[in-house]
């Protein structure tokens, strides 16, 4: 049991590890390849536990909450509220992150 057995036993660990990782890799993009059909538009935390979802389903969009224990679509979205969504988004987009927070918490303390 000396230093070789060390060093022996800390390759086969490194060996393991990387071989890990590429499974681990070659795994996540065959299940992301039979999602084709189902694609996640936007998430929005709600709490910890719990967040709201846009997502596509085959040309469809739904809005759904999520949590630990239940998924449930909400809704599915109309023409106009996809405009809706699709011009607030560009909105968002050409605005730096920080004024949009910042525009978030002025219109919550307009509110109150």
């Given at each position: 049991?000396?230093?070789e057995f060390v060093f022996?036993?800390?390759a086969a660990l490194i060996v393991i590890i990387i071989a890990a990782n590429y499974l681990i890799k070659q795994l996540n993009q065959l299940a992301?390849?039979?999602?084709?059909?189902?694609?996640?538009?936007?998430r929005l935390p709600?709490?910890?536990t719990s967040s709201l979802y846009i997502i596509e389903v085959v040309g469809r969009y739904y809005l759904m909450?999520?949590?630990e224990q239940?998924?449930?679509i909400l809704k599915e979205l109309n023409g106009a509220e996809?405009?809706?969504?699709?011009?607030?988004a560009e909105?968002?987009?050409?605005?730096p992150e920080w004024l949009t927070v910042l525009t978030e918490k002025l219109e919550k303390r307009k509110q109150s």
């Open positions: 049991m000396g230093i022996k036993s800390m992301m390849k039979s999602a084709r059909n189902i694609k996640v538009i936007e709600l709490s910890k909450s999520g949590t239940n998924n449930e996809l405009e809706k969504y699709i011009e607030t909105e968002q987009e050409n605005k």
